[in-house]
């Protein structure tokens, strides 16, 4: 796990192009964090470009990578979760960042590739419980103890 600062240039060129965004499928801040997790990834990426596709945020010297970043309010732990809604064929890698609530620190907390992924999670239906947490959608939840390190 990579613990990152964001910086305030970082936070504007974000806020920036969240704006720009023609994307409406989420709210303001959820794009925002999207946006931010994708940058942040990227940049671990050595060699890699951020990409418009839909169907992933990341091309890493020919792999195609989907960013999952969600917002939490407190530090990290090995024993969290990670999770992603759907496993898509044309998605080679999944990577998971998580922002702060306070928009000041990012956590690069890995990758798998998807196959890999798949084996190591555990899949959910929507209406299903993990603890507290009910799924509103299916979703594939592995830990971040599970995942490989970009350092």
């Not at 942040?40 to 960013?67: F, P, Y």
């Not at 990577?95 to 959910?124: D, M, N, Q, R, T």
Request: charged letters at 30%; aromatic letters at 10%; proline letters at 1%.
């Amino acid at each position: 796990m990579i613990e990152v600062n964001i910086t305030r240039d970082t936070l504007a060129h974000n806020i920036e192009k969240t704006l720009r965004s023609k994307n409406v499928s989420s709210g303001l801040v959820g794009r925002l964090i999207d946006n931010l997790g994708k940058d942040i990834a990227s940049k671990a990426m050595v060699g890699s470009e951020l990409t418009n596709r839909c169907q992933h945020n990341v091309d890493w010297k020919g792999i195609r990578v989907l960013v999952s970043t969600k917002k939490i309010n407190v530090y990290p732990q090995q024993e969290f979760d990670v999770s992603v809604h759907e496993i898509q064929q044309d998605i080679d890698y999944f990577a998971f960042v998580l922002i702060h609530k306070s928009f000041k620190k990012a956590w690069i907390l890995g990758y798998l590739p998807c196959l890999e992924y798949v084996k190591k999670s555990k899949k959910f239906k929507e209406g299903e419980k993990n603890g507290k947490f009910t799924f509103q959608k299916q979703a594939y939840v592995a830990k971040i103890k599970d995942l490989r390190s970009f350092s």
